[in-house]
Structures are given as C-alpha cells and as structure tokens.
C-alpha cells in the first residue's frame, strides 16, 4: 500500500491564466520506492499560519482589522484559511513533482487578501493539508487508497512572489467590495460632479493628503 509524503520545493507566478494564480512546486514520494502509482487525485487546503513570523509596526498597523490591536495580538493573532486546491497526478515510481496551483483574490473583504496586502517583505508561513484518493498496482490488481489526513507539509512563500504575481494581474490597482446601497450613493456623487473614474470620486471625497 503507497505511503505518500510530501514536501514543497518552491513557488512561481502563474502566467497569463484567466485569474490570479500562484505555483507551488510539491515533491511526493512513495514508500515502497518500485511500487507503481496510477494516479492520484490530490486535494490540498493552504493555511496561513500567521503567529510564526514577525511583523514590522506599519504591517501591525495595517493587520489591525484582522488581528485588532498589537497588545491584543496575544489573544486574536492566530492561522488563516487561504485557499483550498486540487490536482490529478500522472503515473509515477518513487517520487515525482507536480506543480499545485492556488487561486488568488485582490479582493480585500477576504482575511487572506488583507493578510498579503499588508505584508511588506519577508516570508508567509504555510501548512498545506493534503487528502485524496490513490490508485496503485498491486498482486490483486488495481487498488484504491485514501490518503491520510495527517499527510502535511510546510512551506514559506516569500512575500515577494505573492507581489509579483499581483503587479503582473493587477499593476497599481486593489480591490474593494461595497454594500450596494453604498455603491449606489457612490455612483449618483461620481454622476452629479461629472468625475470620469472612481479613482476621482474617491479622491475627491477623501480630500487633500495631510502628511502623517
């Protein structure tokens, strides 16, 4: 029966995908080596885990809508959900990598979003959580197996990637969801004082920058 361990190699911005993605590059290996995995259909939830690091006094500041105040951090700072991600495996003997794409929100009503957006340099620490579903050769012939829940590995993303890959899909821009009656008032301040873009309205309702 496979005995599937797993460990992440490193990460890479996804290319011209249809949304956001970044690319961790996961190594498993089986025990026994010669054993023949047909397939395997990988499924994988990435947590943030957010009191292994530290955190510079503008990224505290930034983190107060998640974590509430630095004195309090003791109590609130705790691991986030990011994302969950799945992947089918091709046949392999012993060991063998595939890359596990993770999907990737700007939307800042999302803790993870408001997490990264925070983030000035260093690293985010990450356990993935694999699960799934084996099929391998056996005397018997083709047989199934689960993957056991306490299959983990860990990994730290350097912050610089999650950058990366939001200038290549979002240059100079971040998103912000609004209640619709919010909107709407929006919309009617943007018509009645003829600005051509929500970046003006904004502006203009925020008012000149005053130094900090």
Same mark, same amino acid.
């Given at each position: 029966?496979?005995?599937?361990?797993?460990?992440? !190699?490193?990460?890479?911005?996804?290319?011209?995908?249809?949304?956001?993605?970044?690319? /961790?590059?996961?190594?498993?290996?089986?025990?026994?080596?010669?054993? #023949?995995?047909? +397939? #395997?259909?990988?499924?994988?939830?990435?947590?943030?885990?957010?009191?292994?690091?530290?955190?510079? &006094?503008?990224?505290?500041?930034?983190?107060?809508?998640?974590?509430?105040?630095?004195?309090? =951090?003791?109590?609130?700072?705790?691991?986030?959900? =990011?994302? %969950?991600? +799945?992947?089918?495996?091709?046949?392999?003997?012993?060991?063998?990598?595939?890359?596990? %794409?993770?999907?990737?929100?700007?939307?800042?009503?999302?803790?993870?979003?408001?997490?990264? $957006?925070?983030? !000035?340099?260093? %690293?985010? &620490?990450? #356990?993935?959580?694999?699960?799934?579903?084996?099929? $391998?050769?056996?005397?018997?012939? /083709?047989?199934?197996?689960?993957?056991? =829940?306490?299959?983990?590995?860990?990994?730290?993303?350097?912050?610089?990637? =999650?950058?990366?890959?939001?200038? +290549?899909? $979002?240059?100079?821009?971040?998103?912000?969801? /609004?209640?619709?009656?919010?909107?709407?008032?929006?919309?009617?301040?943007?018509?009645?004082?003829? /600005?051509?873009?929500?970046? %003006?309205?904004?502006?203009?309702?925020?008012?000149?920058?005053?130094?900090?």
């Amino acid at each position: 029966m496979p005995s599937l361990r797993f460990s992440v !190699e490193g990460a890479s911005v996804v290319p011209h995908a249809a949304s956001p993605l970044v690319a /961790l590059t996961v190594r498993i290996e089986n025990a026994p080596p010669d054993e #023949t995995i047909h +397939a #395997t259909l990988l499924s994988c939830q990435v947590r943030i885990d957010a009191p292994l690091r530290s955190y510079a &006094p503008s990224e505290r500041d930034r983190l107060r809508d998640l974590f509430g105040e630095a004195d309090q =951090w003791s109590r609130s700072l705790r691991g986030l959900l =990011w994302t %969950h991600a +799945a992947v089918t495996v091709p046949p392999f003997q012993g060991s063998t990598r595939v890359d596990l %794409h993770l999907p990737c929100s700007a939307d800042l009503s999302s803790g993870a979003a408001k997490y990264f $957006y925070a983030l !000035e340099s260093g %690293h985010i &620490p990450l #356990t993935l959580q694999f699960s799934g579903t084996v099929f $391998y050769q056996a005397d018997e012939g /083709l047989q199934i197996a689960r993957i056991p =829940w306490d299959r983990e590995a860990v990994f730290r993303l350097d912050v610089a990637v =999650w950058k990366q890959m939001m200038a +290549a899909y $979002y240059p100079n821009t971040a998103f912000l969801s /609004l209640r619709a009656d919010v909107f709407d008032r929006l919309h009617r301040y943007r018509a009645a004082h003829g /600005l051509p873009t929500w970046d %003006h309205a904004v502006e203009r309702l925020l008012g000149p920058e005053r130094p900090s």
